[in-house]
């Protein structure tokens, strides 16, 4: 049987941490002139997978 094959675009927005899965956040990548600074500044945070999502993403990341 063939090695499975993990999707190469989720493994360039994930990362496996030690309980859950790191993923970047939204509404970062330009018009940010309007946005207050306090919002930005928490976009900047680590954001995780919902836990409806985790088994799909770790299937697609082959874990």
């Known amino acids: 049987m063939p090695k499975m094959k993990s999707v190469r675009g989720a493994v360039k927005r994930f990362k496996a941490g030690k309980n859950k899965i ?30 409806t999502n985790v088994s799909a993403v770790k299937k697609m990341l082959c874990k």
């Open 22 to 51: 790191k993923r970047g956040s939204a509404f970062r990548s330009h018009i940010l002139t309007k946005m207050s600074q306090k919002r930005k500044r928490n976009l900047r945070e680590a954001q995780y997978v919902d836990s």
